[in-house]
């Protein structure tokens, strides 16, 4: 066996292992740790998916979308961010597309996006 197959298992790489796996058009709470001074809490961003970017799993990030207030607001998240505590997929979203930045210019009913039903088979 490759002597780099046996340390990849060994020393699993990173958090990113552990988060749920989701795509473009999924909405997603992101818990993140945020410090304050002396003091550490966590704080929830929840919102729809708009891009998956870079290739390498250390520069990986993914880009989520919220309206707050009647503006809209993203933010970028490393997938190997230490102050990532964990990640929920609250709806799986159906799109066509990998990078969603027409929601960007949608308001209203024609920003919600459709979704993805799945059904048991027999």
């Known amino acids: 066996m490759d002597l ?4 990849e298992q060994a020393f699993p790489s990173g958090k990113a292992a552990e988060f749920p796996e989701f795509k473009a058009g999924d909405t997603v709470t992101v818990t993140y ?3 304050e001074g002396d003091k550490e809490r966590l704080q929830n961003f929840r919102g729809v998916v708009i891009q998956i970017s870079g290739m390498d799993e ?3 990030t993914f880009t989520v979308r919220k309206v707050s207030s009647g503006i809209g607001v993203e933010r970028i998240f490393p997938f190997q961010s230490p102050f990532i505590d964990k990640i929920e997929v609250n ?5 066509r597309r990998a990078r969603i930045f027409y929601l960007r210019d949608l308001t209203g009913k024609k920003a919600r996006i459709k979704e ?3 059904t048991a088979e027999k």
């Open 33 to 35: 740790r945020i410090k």
């Open 116 to 118: 993805k039903v799945y």
């Open 4 to 7: 780099i197959k046996i340390a």
């Open 58 to 60: 250390f520069t990986r």
């Open 91 to 95: 709806k799986y979203g159906k799109v």
